[in-house]
Nanobody, 124 residues
Framework: QVQLVESGGGLVQAGDSLRLSCAVSGRTFGWYTMGWFRRDQEKEREFVAAVSMSGIRTIYADSVKGRFTISRENAKNMVYLQMSSLKPEDTATYYC?????????????????WGQGTQVTVSS
């Protein structure tokens, strides 16, 4: 079983930067694609970013392109989401997830393991 724990969330002002971290532990076989999603209140989870096993290929939601950067350090079992120029609409609970297939996806159903989430609140 794979365990994921997000951290780094908090309360920031619009325009600030924040880096979220995701620590992966347990069985890592098939640990290919990593993704970040977010959910605000009762809304459905929305895709934020994904990164390939190598860390080279990435995809982003249009709403965060140019502002967010996803990366990973496999040797440290860590995945990151660097967020800059934060906006109030970025406020949400952010989740990291594992997809045990070596292809990028923006669909929540394509991911197999999920963390508990970390809250990001951006004030105006």
């Amino acid at each position: 079983q794979v365990q994921l724990v997000e951290s780094g969330g908090g309360l920031v002002q619009a325009g600030d930067s924040l880096r979220l971290s995701c620590a992966v532990s347990g069985r890592t076989f098939g640990w290919y694609t990593m993704g970040w999603f977010r959910r605000d209140q009762e809304k459905e989870r929305e895709f934020v970013a994904a990164v390939s096993m190598s860390g080279i290929r990435t995809i982003y939601a249009d709403s965060v392109k140019g502002r967010f950067t996803i990366s990973r350090e496999n040797a440290k079992n860590m995945v990151y989401l660097q967020m800059s120029s934060l906006k109030p609409e970025d406020t949400a609970t952010y989740y990291c997830a594992v997809r045990t297939v070596a292809s990028l996806s923006s669909k929540p159903d394509d991911y197999d393991y999920w963390g508990q989430g970390t809250q990001v609140t951006v004030s105006s």
